[in-house]
């Protein structure tokens, strides 16, 4: 073993000999610990276009190389890469023999991202979604600082939401279409399974689906690519959980032509990084594959990942104030437990079944996916009784401050005191309240759940033809359906015996026809079906020369939605009950692009896109929880993109510059929230269409390997993500409050134009700028540490206060005689987030002990303990000049802009054991 190892050190220094005609290099890739071959291992012979991948037994071959001083790169995802110089000189071809690759355990490192975007700050509700999920497979630098580093403020890559990518296990897309995006945590807490996978960014050609603007990202899971052997890691963290086991057993191919692969974990806090945010999550994961021959195999795979976590809330600056960035109203003690009001549950279980083909010149993949479960957000409900929030607005200091009789000080002194008394839920208290005698067993105060159970279906299958030497045909389709059925039911009555299912505010019935007295366990309040399907198919050409390559593709696709009521609501007789119209959409795509190499160390590339595609099903229907309404006039989104990059590799620097440019148009958002606005006051439901977004902005990386130990990093991305014009808005009065003559027939109130053309989009950071530097020891040792600076975060616009009732009293229905433009434009100035650093370090370890391998990994974020807001929204709820100024007048709004708040120093420690 000795020997071989000193061959790999010696690599560096050996002369390779070739003849004046051309000549070959050739060589074996293995695995250093299992002594398995490596396929698909990136080789390139750097300042040449020579690249390519080993083949399924580990060998690479080079030819045609003129005589030349070259470095030979060999790279592969979870392995160290392999940098050496080559001197082809005027002698024979020349076989270097066999390369080890060794385990990268900084590829640890994907967990730090994997728990962020399995917490619920990657949910619809909390805006804070996070889009790097999908950069997990790269080894481009910006990227990887990107995921791992930017992500911790909740930076987007160019500014897009995670919808924008497309995740795919083993090529079978898993985007939702509730929300476009991927469920992470259907797949959470299997890293050792998830950890092979293949990127194609932005609009690069993809083998499998057409992708989105963000790209696309394959999640190889294949019981006969799994390293064999088995494996065990524990982890520590204070993060989103505090402890976590794994292990792993992969048989690798047998002689018989099966390959398992099994794989289980738990994860668990009673309380993470945020008060009351308790952790429970275990992940199973079983694969086992048939190879008929060489060309043909059969895999089938199960995933069971259930989840149980405590969420936290947004907080305005009051609050932050008095409590600090750790605060979470959400929970508060019971029987000297934490309990929090606000569980989210998962139990979304995943079948997959696989037919894999490769030959030579044909590859085919097909597969058909079976997802069903419940994903439910927990919820505490209250009727014609108090708030039981702890930081509802008339609780808080603030409501007096601000009190239209005048400040009283002496009234906001005790709303502090009480405050700091009982910061939490006092269940306690509901439990008294519902235990009343005068009310006859009848609860004020509920939990509830809004469950949605859905059952997808999705059938895959794409196929790579090569043409000759030089031209790649690509074409794929596939079909989705989806089922979700969409109701509250009651978990706790909270000491009562019964719940009486009416509207609060109306006294309406929520089911006509159902029973009007609910128990625990019953469905109430609402219950509704929605049936979507998808069909898309793509085909792409894709030609290589020597100096270029190129590539053309094409998308067709259908979506359909339909919503189906089971309740009728006595609030919305006529189209509460039954199936609504279909709606229907077909789309189409199209992009371009290709590569030119200037000289073998000079890359230039550009891309471009238009694609027309579907609204989001969450986006389509005003109101699917009480009818069956849609949006007036929803149309189809088109995206128009494009991106430039110029790529430089010399021996040891790597440095890539890019541009882009992004255009969203006639996009369509739907929010629900209490407004006091210039046409009255209400629970409305506000539809906002015709919106037009622009993403425009540059980024670049620079990688320098200054010696083999020591390599320099740095990345930048500057952007101006804003609304390119104004949209139009109407909103929809749940109970009263109604200006009859303004409502449009449809039952809209239409409030005309908002002017938020030039605000900007609430993306997090617009700029983010890092230096890295990391030193890796030939005793298998490595630290780094990354300084990052995020700049640019704007909080998100109340979009109803730019419209024209904003200017009007609703008392008298006159415009206000202050509102003047410059007075609104002072309360209407977007608020920008302050600009932060952050500075990370991370760390490990190997060790090779008689076959047993041992990897340790260390890694500190924020090491200074930085008080930062990533993100933040305006509330709604003072829709008038009146209601806002009056509110912000003395400096402690009670309607204030809700924040985010960075983690302050944490820790993520993992000890893996690999047999």
Same mark, same amino acid.
């Given at each position: 073993?000795?020997?071989?190892?000193?061959?790999?050190?010696?690599?560096?220094?050996?002369?390779?000999?070739?003849?004046?005609?051309? @000549?070959?290099?050739?060589?074996?890739?293995?695995?250093?610990?299992?002594?398995?071959?490596?396929?698909?291992?990136?080789?390139?012979?750097?300042?040449?276009?020579?690249?390519?991948?080993?083949?399924?037994?580990?060998?690479?071959?080079?030819?045609?190389? @003129?005589?030349?001083?070259?470095?030979?790169?060999?790279?592969?995802?979870?392995?160290?890469?392999?940098?050496?110089?080559?001197?082809? &000189?005027?002698?024979?071809?020349?076989?270097?023999?066999?390369?080890?690759?060794?385990?990268? $355990?900084?590829?640890?490192?994907?967990?730090?991202?994997?728990?962020?975007?399995?917490?619920?700050?990657?949910?619809? =509700?909390?805006?804070?979604?996070?889009?790097?999920?999908?950069?997990?497979?790269?080894?481009?630098?910006?990227?990887?600082?990107?995921?791992?580093?930017?992500?911790?403020?909740?930076?987007?890559?160019?500014?897009?939401?995670?919808?924008?990518?497309?995740?795919?296990?083993?090529?079978?897309?898993? !985007?939702?279409?509730?929300?476009?995006?991927?469920?992470?945590?259907?797949?959470?807490?299997?890293?050792?399974?998830?950890?092979?996978?293949?990127?194609?960014?932005?609009? *690069?050609?993809?083998?499998?689906?057409?992708?989105?603007?963000?790209?696309?990202? !394959?999640?190889?899971?294949?019981?006969?690519?799994?390293?064999?052997?088995?494996?065990?890691?524990?982890?520590?963290? !204070?993060?989103?959980?505090?402890?976590?086991?794994?292990?792993?057993?992969?048989?690798?191919?047998?002689?018989?032509?099966?390959?398992?692969?099994?794989?289980?974990?738990?994860?668990?806090?009673?309380?993470?990084?945020?008060?009351?945010?308790?952790?429970?999550?275990?992940?199973?994961?079983?694969?086992?594959?048939?190879?008929?021959? %060489?060309?043909?195999?059969?895999?089938?795979?199960?995933?069971?990942?259930?989840?149980?976590?405590?969420?936290?809330?947004?907080?305005?600056?009051?609050?932050?104030?008095?409590?600090?960035?750790?605060?979470?109203?959400?929970?508060?003690?019971?029987?000297?437990?934490?309990?929090?009001?606000?569980?989210?549950?998962?139990?979304?279980?995943?079948? #997959?079944?696989?037919?894999?083909?490769?030959?030579?010149?044909?590859?085919?993949?097909?597969?058909?996916?079976?997802?069903?479960?419940? /994903?439910?957000?927990?919820?505490?409900?209250?009727?014609?009784?108090?708030?039981?929030?702890?930081?509802?607005?008339? +609780?808080?200091?603030?409501?007096? $401050?601000?009190?239209?009789?005048?400040?009283?000080? %002496?009234?906001?002194? #005790?709303?502090?005191?009480?405050?700091?008394?009982?910061?939490?839920?006092?269940?306690?208290?509901?439990?008294?309240?519902?235990?009343?005698? @005068?009310?006859?067993?009848?609860?004020?105060?509920?939990?509830?759940?809004?469950?949605?159970? =859905?059952?997808?279906?999705?059938?895959?299958?794409?196929?790579?033809?090569?043409?000759?030497?030089?031209?790649?045909?690509?074409?794929?389709?596939?079909?989705?359906?989806?089922?979700?059925?969409?109701?509250?039911?009651?978990?706790?009555?909270?000491?009562?015996?019964?719940?009486?299912?009416?509207?609060?505010?109306?006294?309406?019935?929520?089911?006509?026809?159902?029973?009007?007295?609910?128990?625990?366990?019953?469905?109430?309040?609402?219950?509704? *079906?929605?049936?979507?399907?998808?069909?898309?198919?793509?085909?792409?050409?894709?030609?290589?020369?020597?100096?270029?390559?190129?590539?053309?593709?094409?998308?067709?696709?259908? &979506?359909?939605?339909?919503?189906?009521?089971?309740?009728?609501?006595?609030?919305?007789?006529?189209?509460?009950?039954?199936?609504?119209?279909?709606?229907?959409?077909?789309?189409?795509?199209?992009?371009?692009?290709?590569?030119?190499?200037?000289?073998?160390?000079?890359?230039? *590339?550009?891309?471009?896109?238009?694609?027309?595609?579907?609204?989001?099903?969450?986006?389509?229907?005003?109101?699917?929880?009480?009818?069956?309404?849609?949006?007036?006039?929803?149309? *189809?989104?088109?995206?128009?993109?494009?991106?430039?990059? /110029?790529?430089?590799?010399?021996?040891?620097?790597?440095?890539?510059?890019?541009?882009?440019?992004?255009?969203?148009?006639?996009?369509?958002?739907?929010?629900?929230?209490?407004?006091?606005?210039?046409?009255?006051?209400?629970?409305?439901?506000? &539809?906002?269409?015709?919106?037009?977004?622009?993403?425009?902005?540059?980024?670049?990386?620079?990688? /320098?390997?200054?010696?083999?130990?020591?390599?320099?990093?740095?990345?930048?991305?500057?952007?101006?993500?804003? /609304?390119?014009?104004?949209?139009?808005?109407?909103?929809?009065?749940?109970?009263?409050?109604?200006? %009859?003559?303004?409502?449009?027939?449809?039952?809209?109130?239409?409030?005309?134009?908002?002017?938020?053309?030039?605000?900007?989009?609430?993306?997090?950071?617009?700029?983010?700028?890092?230096?890295?530097?990391?030193?890796?020891?030939?005793?298998?040792?490595?630290?780094?540490?990354?300084?990052?600076?995020?700049? %640019?975060?704007?909080?998100?616009?109340?979009?109803?206060?730019?419209?024209?009732?904003?200017?009007?009293?609703?008392?008298?229905?006159?415009?206000?005689?202050?509102?003047?433009?410059?007075?609104?434009?002072?309360?209407?100035?977007?608020?920008?987030?302050?600009?932060? +650093?952050?500075?990370? #370090? &991370?760390?490990?370890?190997?060790?090779?002990?008689?076959?047993? +391998?041992?990897?340790?990994?260390?890694?500190?974020?924020?090491?200074?303990?930085?008080?930062?807001?990533?993100?933040?929204?305006?509330?709604?709820?003072?829709?008038?000049?009146?209601?806002?100024?009056?509110?912000?007048?003395?400096?402690?709004?009670?309607?204030?802009?809700?924040?985010?708040?960075?983690?302050?120093?944490?820790?993520?420690?993992?000890?893996?054991?690999?047999?």
């Amino acid at each position: 073993m000795k020997q071989k190892l000193l061959l790999l050190f010696l690599l560096p220094y050996i002369h390779c000999g070739f003849g004046q005609t051309f @000549s070959r290099v050739k060589g074996r890739i293995l695995d250093y610990r299992t002594r398995v071959p490596l396929k698909d291992i990136h080789i390139r012979i750097e300042g040449t276009a020579h690249r390519q991948r080993s083949g399924t037994d580990g060998t690479f071959v080079f030819g045609g190389i @003129s005589p030349g001083h070259f470095s030979l790169r060999i790279s592969a995802d979870g392995y160290l890469t392999r940098t050496f110089p080559v001197i082809v &000189t005027e002698k024979e071809d020349v076989d270097i023999g066999d390369v080890f690759l060794e385990e990268d $355990i900084s590829g640890e490192m994907s967990e730090t991202l994997a728990i962020i975007t399995d917490n619920e700050l990657a949910d619809d =509700e909390s805006g804070a979604d996070v889009a790097s999920g999908i950069l997990q497979a790269t080894r481009d630098v910006y990227l990887q600082r990107a995921a791992f580093d930017f992500s911790q403020a909740f930076f987007k890559v160019r500014g897009y939401d995670s919808r924008e990518g497309i995740v795919m296990l083993n090529g079978v897309p898993m !985007n939702r279409m509730f929300n476009g995006r991927p469920q992470w945590n259907n797949w959470g807490g299997l890293n050792d399974v998830t950890r092979s996978q293949e990127l194609f960014f932005g609009l *690069s050609p993809s083998p499998y689906h057409f992708g989105g603007v963000l790209g696309s990202t !394959n999640i190889i899971m294949r019981a006969s690519e799994y390293r064999p052997g088995l494996r065990i890691s524990s982890s520590a963290s !204070n993060r989103f959980y505090n402890g976590r086991l794994m292990a792993t057993y992969s048989s690798g191919m047998q002689e018989n032509g099966l390959a398992y692969t099994l794989s289980a974990s738990r994860r668990w806090a009673g309380e993470a990084y945020i008060d009351g945010t308790l952790y429970d999550a275990w992940s199973f994961f079983g694969a086992v594959e048939y190879r008929f021959n %060489e060309r043909n195999s059969l895999q089938f795979l199960g995933i069971y990942a259930p989840n149980r976590r405590g969420s936290s809330a947004a907080i305005t600056g009051e609050v932050f104030d008095m409590a600090g960035r750790k605060y979470n109203p959400y929970w508060g003690m019971q029987d000297g437990d934490i309990r929090n009001s606000r569980e989210r549950k998962i139990e979304e279980p995943v079948a #997959l079944l696989s037919y894999f083909h490769e030959s030579d010149n044909f590859r085919l993949s097909v597969g058909a996916s079976w997802q069903s479960g419940t /994903y439910g957000r927990g919820r505490l409900g209250y009727y014609n009784a108090p708030n039981p929030d702890p930081v509802y607005y008339r +609780y808080l200091p603030g409501f007096y $401050i601000n009190s239209p009789s005048g400040a009283n000080f %002496e009234n906001a002194a #005790l709303a502090r005191e009480g405050f700091y008394e009982n910061p939490q839920i006092d269940w306690g208290t509901l439990y008294r309240i519902n235990t009343n005698p @005068s009310e006859e067993g009848k609860s004020a105060y509920i939990l509830y759940d809004d469950n949605s159970d =859905e059952t997808v279906l999705t059938f895959h299958a794409s196929a790579r033809i090569r043409l000759g030497e030089s031209v790649i045909v690509d074409a794929g389709g596939t079909y989705k359906t989806s089922t979700s059925e969409n109701y509250a039911s009651i978990s706790d009555l909270l000491g009562g015996d019964f719940h009486e299912d009416k509207d609060p505010f109306t006294d309406t019935e929520n089911d006509v026809n159902g029973e009007i007295l609910k128990y625990k366990g019953d469905t109430f309040n609402y219950d509704y *079906s929605i049936y979507a399907k998808q069909a898309q198919g793509f085909v792409q050409l894709q030609a290589e020369r020597k100096k270029w390559n190129a590539f053309f593709a094409a998308n067709l696709g259908y &979506t359909g939605y339909q919503r189906e009521g089971h309740f009728l609501n006595e609030r919305f007789a006529a189209n509460s009950s039954g199936k609504s119209d279909a709606l229907k959409f077909s789309d189409y795509g199209v992009k371009a692009g290709g590569q030119y190499h200037i000289t073998g160390r000079h890359t230039l *590339s550009i891309r471009g896109g238009y694609i027309s595609r579907a609204p989001l099903l969450q986006n389509s229907f005003v109101n699917p929880r009480e009818n069956n309404e849609s949006v007036k006039n929803i149309t *189809s989104e088109t995206v128009i993109s494009g991106d430039i990059s /110029y790529l430089l590799r010399l021996p040891g620097l790597t440095a890539k510059l890019s541009g882009y440019y992004t255009g969203f148009e006639d996009v369509t958002d739907v929010n629900f929230f209490y407004v006091d606005a210039g046409v009255g006051s209400d629970f409305v439901q506000e &539809t906002v269409s015709g919106i037009q977004k622009r993403h425009i902005g540059g980024e670049f990386g620079i990688s /320098y390997q200054v010696s083999p130990e020591v390599k320099l990093t740095a990345v930048g991305a500057y952007g101006k993500f804003t /609304y390119a014009d104004n949209a139009d808005i109407a909103i929809n009065f749940d109970t009263a409050g109604r200006e %009859e003559d303004l409502i449009n027939p449809d039952g809209f109130l239409d409030l005309g134009e908002a002017s938020i053309k030039d605000y900007k989009l609430a993306t997090g950071p617009q700029q983010a700028y890092s230096f890295g530097i990391e030193y890796r020891d030939p005793d298998y040792w490595w630290v780094g540490m990354t300084a990052n600076y995020l700049a %640019e975060n704007y909080v998100d616009i109340a979009k109803i206060t730019r419209t024209d009732s904003f200017f009007v009293n609703p008392e008298t229905g006159a415009h206000f005689p202050g509102a003047t433009d410059e007075a609104a434009s002072a309360l209407l100035k977007q608020e920008k987030l302050d600009d932060f +650093y952050l500075l990370n #370090l &991370t760390g490990g370890k190997s060790w090779l002990i008689d076959g047993t +391998y041992i990897g340790l990994f260390v890694s500190v974020n924020n090491v200074f303990d930085t008080v930062y807001r990533t993100g933040g929204y305006e509330q709604s709820r003072n829709g008038n000049f009146g209601q806002l100024s009056s509110d912000m007048a003395r400096g402690v709004p009670s309607f204030g802009p809700k924040y985010w708040y960075g983690f302050g120093r944490t820790y993520f420690i993992n000890l893996a054991v690999s047999f």
